[in-house]
């Protein structure tokens, strides 16, 4: 069902799209324990725990792009996509840590839930910048070079911005909508089904 705001008017694509998911955002959340970033006990072997669950949600996402990358949408934002990737991995090598592969599904059906994953993935860069700024006095002393995820670029929200731009100029009917909607949430779900085989695995990486 195609949501409304209160006095009748259509939520645009890209605010259906949040509201649909807040609830997967909220348990990607917790099931990254992402409060750890910000609590005293935050160390070191947290952080790297952290980076391997992002990298691994980031890599198996967008190997599921492959397919689509006929669309100019996903063509269009996959190629900084591959860059935050590189940073994680990145970063990963820089503190020596060892990179676990998960087992990767296809898990997207067609290019408009490879969109709606594309969404999760932009979102979730979107706060880089404010978490560096708060991370960066301590995770600074764990790097050789300064970190690259984690950086202070705000280039991010920006890019996000221009992709809602280009959701809500999309003509979309109800099962397209639904689509997207789907394919935001599996993204999501990537992220909670990592971060969940990881804390109970404890194996996604090693020093």
Not at 29 to 53: G, K, N, P, V, W
Not at 147 to 154: A, M
Request: net charge neutral; hydrophobic share 35%; proline share 3%.
């Amino acid at each position: 069902m195609i949501i409304k705001k209160n006095l009748g008017e259509d939520l645009n694509v890209a605010e259906q799209l949040k509201l649909a998911t807040k609830e997967d955002h909220k348990m990607v959340e917790i099931e990254m324990r992402s409060a750890e970033l910000f609590s005293r006990t935050f160390d070191r072997h947290r952080y790297q725990q952290h980076l391997a669950i992002l990298w691994n949600s980031y890599r198996s996402i967008l190997d599921n792009f492959e397919p689509y990358q006929c669309n100019p949408i996903i063509e269009k934002y996959t190629s900084q996509l591959n860059l935050d990737e590189a940073a994680i991995l990145g970063d990963l090598k820089d503190l020596g840590a060892k990179n676990h592969i998960t087992k990767r599904q296809p898990i997207l059906m067609n290019s408009l839930e490879a969109i709606g994953a594309v969404y999760v993935l932009l979102g979730s860069s979107m706060g880089r910048s404010m978490i560096g700024k708060k991370l960066s006095s301590s995770i600074a002393d764990w790097h050789s070079s300064p970190p690259k995820y984690y950086s202070q670029n705000e280039s991010e929200i920006q890019l996000f911005q221009d992709f809602k731009t280009e959701l809500n100029k999309l003509k979309l009917n109800h099962p397209q909508l639904e689509d997207m909607i789907a394919g935001a949430k599996k993204a999501f779900q990537v992220f909670r089904t990592v971060a969940r085989n990881h804390y109970e695995t404890k194996q996604t990486i090693s020093e």
